[in-house]
């Protein structure tokens, strides 16, 4: 596609429950970056994937939270029984290896209550 | 750990004023990159300066890494509402693994 594709846009969801996002990069583009923006603080780096492997993990705030990628495209970034600190905008990026600059979609906003 | 440090945190300016954003980081930067953030947009990247002393320009908006290449600025002329929105700097660590400072946000007043 023309750009990065995140959905859902909004997510509203129950303290408890798991919750799947997905990503769909820039066609061509190897390299897969999920942040976290939570209000007032920067962007914090989750996870990254080359290619479908993720050479460091080590962003992942807890074992709740897992991220897959497959066929070297999309990924999904699951969060199992989320909690009220889950709550922020969580974005992906990707990349192509020749590039200089990172493309962002446009987040999905995740709501714990 | 390396952390970036956004001034000012937030801007109000009137249309029409000049006004600069800094980036300061904590050791030498690698890759300074400046990125714009509207809401439901996404984070749009503006530009990219690697070498000491560089300076690119985009439309009205000059980024600049100085020569030790530990801080950078952007400078917005003659800013206009377009130009509202949050202004973050991000840094390469290596492994295409980039991090950010707080952001800037820019208001303009028409």
Known sequence: ?113 | SQELEQSPQSLIVQEGKNLTINCTSSKTLYGLYWYKQKYGEGLIFLMMLQKGGEEKSHEKITAKLDEKKQQSSLHITASQPSHAGIYLCGADKGANNLFFGTGTRLTVIP
């Open chain 1, 1 to 113: 596609g023309a750009g990065v594709s995140q959905s859902p846009s909004n997510k509203v969801t129950e303290k408890g429950k798991d919750v799947e996002l997905r990503c769909d990069p820039i066609s061509g583009h190897t390299a897969l970056y999920w942040y976290r923006q939570s209000l007032g603080q920067g962007l914090e780096f989750l996870i990254y994937f080359q290619g479908n492997s993720a050479p460091d993990k080590s962003g992942l705030p807890s074992d709740r939270f897992s991220a897959e990628r497959t066929g070297g495209s999309v990924s999904t970034l699951t969060i199992q029984r989320t909690q009220q600190e889950d709550s922020a905008v969580y974005l992906c990026a990707s990349s192509s290896i020749l590039g200089v600059g990172y493309t962002f979609g446009s987040g999905t906003r995740l709501t714990v209550v």
